[in-house]
């Protein structure tokens, strides 16, 4: 019974995600141009997201909204760490996309997933600077002269960071850690670091304030996102239309624009 619900899921998720994908050209459709089969989706689909997808998954959800008249997508970003906390204590959730597999593990372990994550974007780190790069940081083992911002250890960017310079051979002491990417992305625009370890996506959304610096060893700190749907997800129907758009070619143009690589 349980593979055959799954199937069901999985057919009504593809159905709505071709119908949304057979009508991005005219940037919007609506309940009315999903499959004749597919069940109606209405009402709030609360999200909860790592930090880091905030400027796309609010793109993506203001583009759900207007494809399905009638629907409002509500999320909370944070710490995919604390997200996934959340989700297990109880909080009513459809769908939880997190920025590494290990955060998403937390989630799967209690058995509140509604199927199997699948990965759907990749991220990469980039060292934020201010704006000129005053402090001319070239790489990794320049932080170790100036004051750093890291996210905190359990946060998957933290753990990436963990990975990245321990590639390099870098020994650092950050000045803070933080609990998300973009309390450490804060810490460089209001001067009180000269730099932190954040998603390349960060640095481009905030290009305005902050300038980026590559370094090779990121690309042994990838980060992959897994979503998945809730078990006990309050608005079911909302939650896999949800899981289906972002796995559109429509949601996909999105979120590569935002610096995400695809699986």
């Known amino acids: 019974m349980r593979s055959a619900r799954s199937l069901l899921a999985a057919t009504a998720v593809l159905a709505l995600a071709a119908g949304l994908s057979a009508c991005s050209g005219s940037g919007s459709t609506s309940n009315s141009n999903a499959a004749p089969n597919a069940p109606k ?52 959730v459809d769908v939880f996309a ?4 290990a955060t998403m593990k937390t989630v799967t372990d209690a058995k ?30 320049d932080l170790g002269g100036v004051k750093t911002a890291l996210c905190a250890k359990e946060v998957p960017c933290g753990a990436a ?8 051979g870098v020994e650092l ?9 973009k309390g450490a992305l804060t810490k460089v625009e209001l001067g009180e670091v000269d730099a932190s370890l954040v998603y390349r996506t960060d640095v481009k959304a905030d290009a305005a304030k902050i300038d980026g610096v590559d370094f090779p060893e990121a690309a042994q700190a990838v980060n992959d996102y897994p979503i998945a749907t809730l078990a006990k997800a309050p608005n079911a129907n909302g939650a896999a239309a949800f ?7 429509d949601a996909r143009r999105v979120l590569t624009e935002a610096g995400f690589r695809t699986p």
Do not use: C, M, W
Not at 112 to 127: H, K, Q, S, Y
Not at 161 to 168: I, N, S
């Open 173 to 181: 002491t950050p000045a803070t850690y933080e609990q998300d990417v």
């Open 161 to 168: 960071a963990v990975t990245a310079l321990k590639a390099a």
């Open 112 to 141: 509140l997933t509604g199927g199997d994550p699948a990965v759907f974007v990749r991220n990469t780190l980039e060292i934020a600077v201010a704006k000129g790069n005053p402090k001319h940081i070239a790489g990794l083992k």
């Open 41 to 92: 989706v209405d009402g709030t689909v609360t999200v909860f997201a790592a930090a880091s997808l905030k400027e796309s998954f609010t793109a993506l959800g203001k583009r759900f909204e207007a494809a399905y008249p009638g629907t409002k997508v509500t999320f909370n970003f944070g710490g995919s760490s604390a997200l996934a906390q959340s989700i297990v204590a109880g909080a009513p």
């Open 98 to 101: 997190a920025a590494s597999p």
């Open 243 to 249: 899981l289906g758009y972002v796995n559109s070619a």
